[in-house]
């Protein structure tokens, strides 16, 4: 484990924005709500869970008698489905716009909230059919499309738990999802559109499937018109069932912790960890916060999170958030530069969008092509600007609020992670007067620490471990089959005490900035990678004796991937075409996502007398800093040989 102290120091940053005073006036929430959720912090959640339209209404707020497993709404039940949908239909929303739907080759589509309720008791129908019952998992593995909304929906409606697998991932890396939850359905696409070409999702499938003899239907949908293998009685085409089904579908209400989905996250150890949410409180947890951090004026606003529906940032806020508080969003299939680089700009002069939420690497990427593109564009229609996924440098955070925010609107940097399902750590928009850089403070209800190693909290101007010390509604309830792994990942560094993964700092106003993973998980371009992971897939390839991985700091995707690799004698020295080959390997073993930037085949590893990977070294030299301290290590004289063999280009 890193410790956080190790981070460089931020400079001393001066610069705060607040709200305009029209803008703090029209506020949906207010500072008032720290003091209403200290006061009583179950009375506040309870009174946000009223949100939402229960069947039967809960009985106890919290029941954390067995913590740190959670029981939230006791008693209450609900449909998720119903929430998103038919309540608002039932409320004469019916004809407001669901969806704008922007695929990447141009094509569109409104769906109207009545429409999208027709096609999920139409899928749910058709899910009943192929057998599907409440408990029963279904893995999708799609594009950025509404089927997407629409299957994940319908499994909520039958209390079927969805594992959404982004579609970047590959065969193995799908496979290995279905079968850690079991999956027996699967619902992909033939393909989806990116920069401009069609990419093949269901060949994927074929393949990940011929290693899960479990999985009995594939319902697939007829995106880019690829050509497609069938498999007659396991295959079932999306327009041919779904579109053909009966609309009408009464919906089953559920416990409130009914299980509603498990999403795949890396974590420290070479297999990916199940989350998983549950109904009531996670549904509580996206719907308040999306209300509270957007300052979310349903009526009026077109929100817009343009992030993939395959991570946690689009099932809580393209999917659940929105859906539940009657939203108008935008779902785009495609890429920020296809088919040119103002697409983003466009859309949101088009839809007249009025929140954008996305990550730091996409400003950076925005930063590195010119602030000039956008000024072919009004982006009048905004009134706030969000940030997910990763430190926003405050260079960037500036340049966005410059350039997509023209100075005018407020920037809230959010933090959270899969398993917190929802925003923990954020500006308030209407109250908080905004550090370049700062996450700021824990949101009304949250309680959020930062702590030494022996679990003390740190004073004002010093870093630590970012803890949440209470529990909260949308957490994680367990990793998917493992509640010991649950335990001992979150709930045992410090004990009682729910431990985040992240360094942070409390500066002397004791607002937090976050600073990055403190154990062996990278965060490239926003997106979680196991350093234990990807050392697995290489030396899964025969070329390779051993290999060890960093997270490197970069410009553009915030950490990328450096692998230091030990080859096999019969391997040779390793030339371009073996370093092409092994980036190749990751590309099929985990994804294009997890493909190292470079790749050094070095002849020995820096290791400590017990035979530990010094990662901390190795990290220097990717970085291209004087290596640190290397007492520690068995041989000292190792890196001096990793580092000349490198600069002679061995
Ligand atoms: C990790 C969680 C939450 C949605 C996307 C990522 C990092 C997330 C921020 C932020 C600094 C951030 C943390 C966290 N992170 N948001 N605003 N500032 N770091 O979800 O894949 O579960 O990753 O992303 O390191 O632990 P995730």
Same mark, same amino acid.
């Given at each position: 484990?890193?410790?956080?102290?190790?981070?460089?120091?931020?400079?001393? @940053?001066?610069?705060?924005?607040?709200?305009? @005073?029209?803008?703090?006036?029209?506020?949906?929430?207010?500072?008032? *709500?720290?003091?209403?959720?200290?006061?009583?912090?179950?009375?506040?959640?309870?009174?946000?869970?009223?949100?939402?339209?229960?069947?039967?209404?809960?009985?106890?707020?919290?029941?954390?008698?067995?913590?740190?497993?959670?029981?939230?709404?006791?008693?209450?039940?609900?449909?998720?489905?119903?929430?998103?949908?038919?309540?608002?239909?039932?409320?004469?929303?019916?004809?407001?716009?669901?969806?704008?739907?922007?695929?990447?080759?141009?094509?569109?589509?409104?769906?109207?909230?009545?429409?999208?309720?027709? $096609?999920?008791?139409?899928?749910?129908?058709?899910?009943?059919?192929?057998?599907?019952?409440?408990?029963?998992?279904?893995?999708?593995? !799609?594009?950025?499309?509404?089927?997407?909304?629409?299957?994940?929906?319908?499994?909520?409606?039958?209390?079927?738990?969805?594992?959404?697998?982004?579609?970047?991932?590959?065969?193995?890396?799908?496979?290995?999802?279905?079968?850690?939850?079991?999956?027996?359905?699967?619902?992909?696409?033939?393909?989806?559109?990116?920069?401009?070409?069609?990419?093949?999702?269901?060949?994927?499938?074929?393949?990940?499937?011929?290693?899960?003899?479990?999985?009995?239907?594939?319902?697939?949908?007829?995106?880019?018109?690829?050509?497609?293998?069938?498999?007659?009685?396991?295959?079932?085409?999306?327009?041919?069932?779904?579109?053909?089904?009966?609309?009408?579908?009464?919906?089953?209400?559920?416990?409130?912790?009914?299980?509603?989905?498990? !999403?795949?996250?890396?974590?420290? %150890?070479?297999?990916?960890?199940?989350?998983?949410?549950? $109904?009531?409180?996670?549904?509580?947890?996206?719907?308040?916060?999306?209300?509270?951090?957007?300052?979310?004026?349903?009526?009026?606003?077109?929100?817009?999170?343009?992030?993939?529906?395959?991570?946690?940032?689009?099932? $809580?806020?393209?999917?659940?958030?929105?859906?539940?508080?009657?939203?108008?969003?935008?779902?785009?299939?495609?890429?920020?530069?296809?088919?040119?680089?103002?697409?983003?700009?466009?859309?949101?002069?088009?839809?007249?969008? %009025?929140?954008?939420?996305?990550?730091?690497?996409?400003?950076?990427?925005? !930063?590195?092509?010119?602030?000039?593109?956008?000024?072919?564009?009004?982006?009048?229609?905004?009134?706030?600007?969000?940030?997910?996924?990763?430190?926003?440098?405050?260079?960037?955070?500036?340049?966005?609020?410059?350039?997509?925010?023209?100075?005018?609107?407020?920037?809230?940097?959010?933090?959270?992670?899969?398993?917190?399902?929802?925003?923990?750590?954020?500006?308030?928009?209407?109250?908080?007067?905004?550090?370049?850089?700062?996450?700021?403070?824990?949101?009304?209800?949250?309680?959020?620490?930062?702590?030494?190693?022996?679990?003390?909290?740190?004073?004002?101007? %010093?870093?630590?471990?970012?803890?949440?010390?209470?529990?909260?509604? $949308?957490?994680?309830?367990?990793?998917?089959?493992?509640?010991?792994?649950?335990?001992?990942?979150?709930?045992?560094?410090?004990?009682?005490?729910?431990?985040?993964?992240?360094?942070?700092?409390?500066?002397?106003?004791?607002?937090?900035?976050?600073?990055?993973?403190?154990?062996?998980? !990278?965060?490239?371009?926003?997106?979680?990678?196991? %350093?234990? @992971?990807?050392?697995?897939?290489?030396?899964?390839?025969?070329?390779?004796?051993?290999?060890?991985?960093?997270?490197?700091?970069? &410009?553009?995707?915030?950490? *990328?991937?450096?692998?230091?690799?030990?080859?096999?004698?019969?391997?040779?020295?390793?030339?371009?075409?073996?370093?092409?080959?092994?980036?190749?390997?990751?590309?099929?073993?985990?994804?294009?996502?997890?493909?190292?930037?470079?790749?050094?085949?070095? &002849?020995?590893?820096?290791?400590?007398?017990?035979?530990?990977?010094?990662?901390?070294?190795?990290?220097?030299?990717?970085?291209?800093?004087?290596?640190?301290?290397?007492?520690?290590?068995?041989?000292?004289?190792?890196?001096?040989?990793?580092?000349?063999?490198?600069?002679?280009?061995?």
């Amino acid at each position: 484990m890193q410790h956080p102290a190790a981070f460089e120091n931020l400079s001393r @940053e001066d610069r705060r924005f607040a709200p305009t @005073e029209e803008f703090a006036e029209a506020a949906n929430v207010t500072a008032a *709500a720290y003091a209403e959720a200290s006061a009583d912090n179950l009375a506040f959640w309870a009174k946000q869970a009223e949100r939402l339209t229960w069947a039967e209404p809960f009985t106890q707020t919290l029941d954390w008698s067995t913590a740190p497993f959670a029981k939230w709404f006791v008693g209450g039940t609900l449909n998720v489905a119903v929430n998103c949908l038919d309540r608002h239909v039932a409320a004469g929303l019916g004809d407001r716009v669901a969806y704008y739907f922007e695929g990447e080759p141009g094509d569109t589509r409104v769906i109207t909230y009545s429409q999208l309720t027709d $096609s999920v008791c139409q899928a749910a129908n058709v899910l009943t059919s192929l057998g599907v019952k409440a408990g029963d998992r279904v893995a999708i593995y !799609m594009p950025m499309i509404p089927e997407t909304v629409i299957a994940m929906l319908a499994c909520a409606r039958l209390g079927a738990i969805h594992t959404v697998v982004f579609g970047g991932f590959s065969a193995d890396a799908l496979k290995t999802r279905i079968l850690d939850c079991d999956a027996t359905v699967v619902i992909t696409a033939d393909g989806g559109f990116r920069k401009g070409s069609v990419s093949p999702m269901k060949p994927t499938v074929d393949a990940a499937l011929l290693g899960c003899p479990a999985v009995r239907s594939v319902l697939v949908v007829n995106r880019a018109g690829n050509d497609v293998d069938w498999m007659p009685g396991r295959d079932v085409w999306w327009h041919e069932s779904v579109e053909a089904a009966s609309p009408v579908h009464a919906a089953e209400a559920f416990d409130s912790e009914h299980p509603l989905y498990v !999403m795949y996250t890396s974590g420290t %150890t070479g297999n990916p960890k199940g989350i998983l949410h549950t $109904s009531g409180g996670y549904l509580t947890g996206c719907s308040f916060t999306q209300w509270e951090v957007f300052d979310l004026k349903p009526e009026t606003d077109v929100y817009w999170t343009a992030a993939d529906i395959g991570w946690v940032t689009g099932h $809580s806020y393209i999917v659940y958030g929105p859906l539940s508080n009657a939203t108008t969003s935008v779902l785009y299939e495609g890429t920020p530069d296809s088919p040119h680089q103002g697409r983003w700009w466009e859309i949101v002069d088009k839809y007249q969008v %009025t929140t954008l939420y996305c990550a730091p690497t996409a400003i950076r990427a925005f !930063m590195k092509w010119g602030h000039e593109t956008l000024a072919n564009y009004s982006l009048e229609s905004l009134r706030l600007i969000g940030s997910v996924g990763e430190p926003i440098n405050p260079e960037a955070y500036m340049w966005y609020r410059e350039h997509v925010g023209h100075n005018r609107v407020p920037v809230v940097d959010t933090w959270w992670q899969t398993e917190t399902g929802s925003i923990m750590i954020s500006p308030l928009p209407g109250v908080t007067h905004g550090k370049p850089g700062a996450a700021m403070k824990a949101l009304p209800g949250i309680v959020a620490d930062v702590v030494d190693d022996d679990g003390v909290s740190v004073p004002n101007g %010093t870093g630590g471990y970012l803890v949440i010390t209470e529990p909260w509604p $949308s957490m994680l309830r367990t990793i998917w089959g493992d509640d010991q792994r649950y335990v001992e990942t979150y709930w045992s560094k410090f004990p009682g005490t729910y431990f985040a993964g992240d360094g942070a700092k409390r500066d002397d106003d004791g607002d937090i900035w976050l600073l990055g993973r403190v154990d062996d998980v !990278m965060n490239v371009s926003g997106h979680r990678l196991s %350093t234990t @992971e990807i050392e697995s897939a290489l030396v899964s390839n025969p070329k390779v004796a051993e290999a060890a991985v960093v997270g490197a700091a970069d &410009a553009l995707t915030g950490q *990328a991937v450096v692998a230091f690799v030990i080859l096999r004698s019969e391997a040779g020295d390793g030339g371009p075409h073996v370093v092409h080959e092994l980036r190749m390997h990751v590309a099929n073993q985990i994804g294009k996502i997890a493909q190292p930037r470079q790749i050094m085949i070095v &002849a020995e590893l820096p290791k400590t007398r017990s035979g530990k990977i010094m990662r901390r070294l190795l990290r220097d030299v990717a970085e291209n800093r004087p290596v640190g301290d290397v007492t520690t290590l068995a041989d000292t004289s190792v890196m001096t040989t990793i580092a000349a063999g490198i600069s002679t280009g061995m």
